[in-house]
């Protein structure tokens, strides 16, 4: 690996981080009334609950979108990035949801300016920002491959859903770290299944999820913004 290979993968693992301070920690995308319902209780309700969201709904909408945001953005086309950010948001359900996704979209503008990304600057002022949109500009301007990025999207939600599950249920640890392992797995294909998507096959719904969200509203008692 040479050395504009190893910053590259280092700009990658900072996009991946934990500490990228954005607030994917704040939201539990309905995880938490799901707990608080008993539709998920353990690890194996937890493994279940967001593996039908890798494969129905992230694979199908999320990892696609953010293949046509990255193409558009490497390619300065403007118009397709703000017509597929609105698509994105669009296909949020509820009013958490876009809110989840937009307020770390905007963390993460404001990131991008501070860093001296500029492409980022114009999005701050836009109502629909798509945290995978910043994402996109994010690896166009570093220069990091779209094969490299897109399973660091799907990892990061799927780590924040994780973690989300071990405060709430609460699960240990190890149990954890073991979900991430089996979970993983499927992010390559999904990947890969994500570049080939024809734009009319785009699409995925989880009603149980929305439900979840919904009701997330109105819960008394909150540790998570959604």
Same mark, same amino acid.
């Given at each position: 690996?040479?050395?504009?290979?190893?910053?590259?993968?280092?700009?990658?693992m900072q996009l #991946?981080?934990?500490?990228?301070?954005?607030?994917?920690?704040?939201?539990?995308?309905?995880?938490?009334?799901?707990?608080?319902?008993?539709?998920?209780?353990?690890e194996a309700s937890?493994? *279940?609950? $967001?593996?039908?969201?890798?494969?129905?709904?992230?694979?199908?909408?999320?990892?696609?979108?953010?293949?046509?945001?990255?193409?558009?953005?490497?390619?300065?086309?403007?118009?397709?990035?703000?017509?597929? *950010?609105?698509?994105?948001?669009?296909?949020?359900?509820?009013?958490?949801?876009?809110?989840?996704?937009?307020?770390?979209?905007?963390?993460?503008?404001?990131?991008?300016?501070?860093?001296?990304?500029?492409?980022?600057?114009?999005?701050?002022?836009?109502?629909?920002?798509?945290? #995978?949109?910043?994402?996109?500009? #994010?690896?166009?301007?570093?220069?990091?491959?779209?094969?490299?990025?897109?399973?660091?999207?799907?990892?990061?939600?799927?780590?924040?859903?994780?973690?989300?599950?071990?405060?709430?249920?609460?699960?240990?640890?190890?149990?954890?770290?073991?979900?991430? $392992?089996?979970?993983?797995?499927?992010?390559?294909?999904?990947?890969?299944? #994500?570049?080939?998507?024809?734009?009319?096959?785009?699409?995925?719904? $989880?009603?149980?999820?929305?439900?979840?969200?919904?009701?997330?509203?109105?819960?008394?008692?909150?540790?998570?913004?959604?």
């Open positions: 690996m040479n050395s504009t290979d190893t910053l590259r993968l280092l700009r990658l #991946a981080s934990p500490a990228l301070p954005v607030g994917s920690y704040a939201y539990s995308q309905g995880l938490e009334w799901a707990v608080a319902a008993g539709w998920v209780r353990d937890l493994r *279940s609950w $967001l593996g039908d969201q890798l494969m129905h709904s992230f694979g199908r909408v999320d990892l696609p979108i953010f293949v046509r945001l990255y193409e558009a953005t490497r390619a300065g086309d403007g118009p397709a990035q703000i017509s597929w *950010s609105r698509h994105l948001i669009a296909s949020r359900e509820t009013r958490e949801l876009v809110a989840d996704d937009c307020e770390r979209g905007r963390a993460l503008a404001r990131l991008m300016r501070d860093l001296g990304v500029d492409a980022a600057d114009t999005w701050l002022t836009r109502e629909e920002v798509p945290f #995978a949109a910043l994402v996109a500009i #994010a690896a166009v301007t570093w220069d990091i491959p779209l094969e490299l990025v897109a399973p660091v999207l799907a990892w990061g939600w799927l780590e924040a859903q994780i973690l989300a599950g071990v405060k709430l249920i609460p699960l240990g640890q190890v149990a954890g770290q073991r979900l991430l $392992l089996e979970l993983a797995r499927v992010i390559p294909a999904l990947c890969e299944s #994500a570049l080939a998507l024809a734009d009319d096959d785009i699409g995925g719904t $989880l009603p149980i999820v929305a439900l979840a969200s919904s009701l997330h509203e109105t819960q008394y008692t909150r540790l998570f913004r959604s």
